[in-house]
Antibody, heavy 113, light 114 residues
């Protein structure tokens, strides 16, 4: 059974940094592209970032480009999202996603002073 | 980027009646080499992650009730719930995965009981 478990969320001040992790199990992690998707309170789903199976290609939404960095460690079956220069509008639940049928439960990031 | 537009934004349907949600993509998500539409439908209930209902535009995920069906090709797609049940109250999203690293979602459709 595929399992994706996010961690690392919390309360951070504007301008601060946070690193999210997603621990994967139940599938061959190194064979799949992985994604981060977020959902602000009361809002819809917003694509954040993606990384290819070997880490060689990455993509970012315009809203996070230059501030967030996605990476992965295939030896540890773990996906990361390094977030810096955080803004209030980054407040959301962040989901780790393996297309199309596997989502983690999410980790909450709150950016507030 | 492929823009996904759902209609309507919200919908109220009586129990046992049909619910229809539409999704339009700004460009085709039909991959000609395998004749597959890279389009999925999700259901999301409060406090939960999205749940996959349909993939390849019309393939029902294992365990999803057969009252849920997907149709369409190219740029126009539909999710149909043939006979609405109380537990179907949720927000529904379409998603394209034609661009493997750049997935996009519709804005969501809120489904309620009339």
């Amino acid at each position: 059974e595929v399992q994706l478990v996010e961690s690392g969320g919390g309360l951070v001040q504007p301008g601060g940094s946070l690193r999210l992790s997603c621990s994967a199990s139940g599938f061959t992690f190194s064979s799949y592209a992985m994604h981060w998707v977020r959902q602000a309170p009361g809002k819809g789903l917003e694509y954040v970032s993606a990384i290819s199976s070997n880490g060689g290609s990455t993509y970012y939404a315009d809203s996070v480009k230059g501030r967030f960095t996605i990476s992965r460690d295939n030896s540890k079956n773990t996906l990361y999202l390094q977030m810096s220069s955080l803004r209030a509008e980054d407040t959301a639940v962040y989901y780790c996603v393996k297309l199309v049928n596997s989502w983690g439960k999410g980790t909450t990031v709150t950016v507030s002073s | 980027d492929i823009v996904m537009t759902q209609s309507p934004d919200s919908l109220a349907v009586s129990l046992g009646e049909r619910a229809t949600i539409n999704c339009k993509s700004s460009q085709s998500v039909l991959y000609s080499s395998n004749n597959k539409n890279y389009l999925a439908w999700y259901q999301q209930k409060p406090g939960q992650p999205p749940k996959l209902l349909i993939y390849w535009a019309s393939t029902r995920e294992s365990g999803v009730p057969d009252r849920f069906s997907g149709s369409g090709s190219g740029t126009d797609f539909t999710l149909t719930i043939s006979s609405l049940q109380a537990e179907d109250v949720a927000v529904y999203y379409c998603q394209q995965y034609y661009s493997t690293l750049l997935i996009t979602f519709g804005q969501g459709t809120r489904l309620e009981i009339k």
